[in-house]
């Protein structure tokens, strides 16, 4: 399967700016693969540990007042 990547900008705080600089050149890595490696730890553990929850109605409930 032929996967197709698409642009996003991300307007982020100066401060998060500089504690990515910091990972970023402790890790030897670059910001754009930083990011997208976040990106996906992200969503791995909503998948796995958040959208659950919204299977339970009380809490589908509460999130919805």
């Known amino acids: ?6 642009a ?3 307007r982020l705080p100066e401060s998060v700016i500089d504690r990515l600089d910091n990972a970023v050149h402790s890790l030897n890595m670059t910001r ?3 990011i997208r490696r976040c990106v ?3 969503l791995e553990h909503t998948e796995a540990h958040e959208l659950p929850l919204l299977e339970h109605r009380a809490i589908r409930q509460a999130l919805a007042r």
């Open 8 to 10: 996003i900008i991300l």
């Open 1 to 6: 399967m032929n996967q197709q990547n698409r």
């Open 40 to 42: 996906v730890r992200g």
């Open 32 to 34: 754009s693969a930083y």
